[in-house]
T-cell receptor
Framework: GEDVEQSLFLSVREGDSSVINCTYTDSSSTYLYWYKQEPGAGLQLLTYIFSNMDMKQDQRLTVLLNKKDKHLSLRIADTQTGDSAIYFCAENPTGRRALTFGSGTRLQVQP | DADVTQTPRNRITKTGKRIMLECSQTKGHDRMYWYRQDPGLGLRLIYYSFDVKDINKGEISDGYSVSRQAQAKFSLSLESAIPNQTALYFC????????????FGPGTRLLVL
């Protein structure tokens, strides 16, 4: 995942907002994704954004995309203990037949 | 029932042994993938297959081989296991839709002694 970078850890209190950041390198990616991995489980797609969009909102989730800076963020409003997980950013660079994942950000939600 | 299953879920083996990890899917997808996950490194692609006759190396294929026995089955083999292959291994499938959503199995935790 060297092409996609994320911070490794984020701790928030229950009820606060969480913001997880990601930087990517390939501006040709058509889609950018956020996957969630709960303890002992595989990854599940949380949300994605098309590269011609700046923002996407889905209930408590807001995705912001800054193509100029190649920066993607995921905001979780009213964070709950059930949101505790590892969150992976991913891109699908043109010409590559598989996704490139970041190293994952572990979100810890304190009661 | 889970759409993507992996067996075994946990495996301990010794250096030099040959082992096989199996993946089955009921989603009807042509595309299948094998990844390994290591702490702090995220997921790295080992092999992928876009149909039964299509097998491709990923970024870290050395020491691994795969077999696509059918559309629904994709196996990963470690020919001669070594300790630095200790990791969590995930199988995934994807649909040929525009956003290429990937669906992951629950993972196989492998320890090579």
């Amino acid at each position: 995942g060297e092409d996609v970078e994320q911070s490794l850890f984020l701790s928030v209190r229950e009820g606060d907002s969480s913001v997880i950041n990601c930087t990517y390198t390939d501006s040709s990616s058509t889609y950018l994704y956020w996957y969630k991995q709960e303890p002992g489980a595989g990854l599940q797609l949380l949300t994605y954004i098309f590269s011609n969009m700046d923002m996407k909102q889905d209930q408590r989730l807001t995705v912001l995309l800054n193509k100029k800076d190649k920066h993607l963020s995921l905001r979780i409003a009213d964070t709950q203990t059930g949101d505790s997980a590892i969150y992976f950013c991913a891109e699908n660079p043109t010409g590559r037949r598989a996704l490139t994942f970041g190293s994952g950000t572990r979100l810890q939600v304190q009661p | 029932d889970a759409d993507v299953t992996q067996t075994p879920r946990n495996r301990i083996t010794k250096t030099g042994k040959r082992i096989m990890l199996e993946c089955s899917q009921t989603k009807g997808h042509d595309r299948m993938y094998w990844y390994r996950q290591d702490p702090g490194l995220g997921l790295r692609l080992i092999y992928y297959s876009f149909d039964v006759k299509d097998i491709n190396k990923g970024e870290i294929s050395d020491g691994y081989s795969v077999s696509r026995q059918a559309q629904a089955k994709f196996s990963l083999s470690l020919e001669s296991a070594i300790p630095n292959q200790t990791a969590l291994y995930f199988c995934a499938t994807s649909a040929p839709d525009a956003q290429e959503t990937q669906y992951f199995g629950p993972g196989t935790r492998l320890l090579v002694l």
